[in-house]
């Protein structure tokens, strides 16, 4: 009888031990596939930075020298100076009002979106649910088919006739001027803004009610609730949709080249530098500018590459301070779940 009780739980050891090797195993394998997804991925992106050093670093005449690899055989900033010289020809200051330009148009969408999204989450009025739908359609809708409307009435800038009480033509053209840029900020057409409307929305969505019930019962009205209790609470999905406005209008070309076409960001300055058309241009002005011997299509991408870099400095340091905070409010954002 205690053989057959030995036997058995021997049994029972074996069949455990191999049940927990099996995990274990299988642990181990998506451990390391994870870990090799991941390493994968991130050679995929730091990449094509990387590829940078031996090309901007280099000397003009050692670019193609099939010698080099990582490590350029002459360090040389010539390709930085022209950049800096073609791309910002009011030198930092270039990149000091792109920063501010896209800081002051981050600020009014985060205000506006988190006003329309609060209101489309918590208040409840007639045709809210069309409003909601309208804004999940121009999402959905390419912003080319707004252009033409939208560069239509503000070439011919006359809300509700008001523009004949000031000027003699009944209206203004507003074209090229920033104020374009401000005002579809604040009346929610700025970049990808339906999005964080609809962020927003979902955010406030999910605050529990009884912080309303609450701050009513304490004498706070509307605004005040608002103020002093939703959007201190709302400081994660307002730091993630920050970010991310700040990225998409510094580099934004799209509303920058049709509304504001002469504007001084580097976005549309960088895009409209580097085309085929100027290369002759920028090859002489190496030869010129830095005495280079001979400048050859090589040199034209070297220049264009270290512009690139300078154009990603202030998203790097963006990068740097606030991915922690992205990753850890996205969950929060209304992106997940």
């Known amino acids: 009888m205690k053989n057959k009780r030995k036997q058995k739980y021997s049994e029972v050891d074996a069949s455990l031990a191999i049940y927990l090797f099996q995990k274990k195993s299988k642990k181990t394998m998506v451990n390391f596939f994870s870990l090799v997804l991941i390493l994968g991925l991130c050679f995929t992106i730091v990449y094509p930075i990387l590829s940078l050093v031996p090309v901007i670093f280099s000397s003009i005449e050692d670019l193609g020298n099939p010698n080099v690899i990582w490590i350029p055989e002459e360090f040389s900033t010539v390709s930085f100076k022209a950049a800096v010289r073609l791309v910002m020809p009011q030198g930092i200051m270039t990149m000091v009002w792109s920063v501010l330009y896209a800081v002051g148009i981050m600020i009014l969408q985060v205000f506006f979106s988190a006003m329309v999204g609060y209101s489309l989450a918590r208040v409840k009025f007639w045709g809210r649910g069309i409003v909601f739908g309208m804004v999940i359609l121009v999402f959905l809708i390419p912003r080319q088919s707004l252009l033409l409307a939208q560069y239509i009435d503000f070439v011919h800038f006359n809300p509700l006739g008001i523009m004949k009480l000031f000027t003699a033509a009944g209206e203004v053209n507003l074209i090229n001027n920033p104020v374009v840029l401000v005002m579809l900020a604040i009346f929610g057409f700025g970049v990808n803004q339906s999005l964080f409307i609809f962020l927003f929305s979902q955010f406030f969505k999910n605050i529990p009610k009884e912080l309303e ?41 799209y509303y920058t080249n049709y509304f504001n076409p002469d504007g001084s960001y580097l976005s549309t300055l960088l895009s409209s530098t580097f085309v085929t058309a100027n290369k002759e241009y920028i090859l002489r002005a190496l030869t010129t500018w830095y005495e280079v011997p001979v400048a050859t299509d090589l040199a034209f991408d070297a220049v264009k590459q270290a512009a690139v870099l300078i154009f990603l400095v202030p998203l790097l340091i963006v990068y740097l301070i606030g991915q922690r905070k992205l990753v850890e409010n996205m969950e929060n954002s209304g992106l997940v779940g």
Request: hydrophobic fraction near 45%; charged fraction near 10%.
């Open 213 to 253: 019930e609450a701050s009513l019962i304490d004498g706070c009205g509307f605004y005040r609730t608002y103020f002093k209790i939703m959007l201190p609470n709302a400081v994660p999905i307002i730091s993630t949709v920050g970010i991310l406005s700040f990225v998409w209008n510094y580099g934004d070309t």
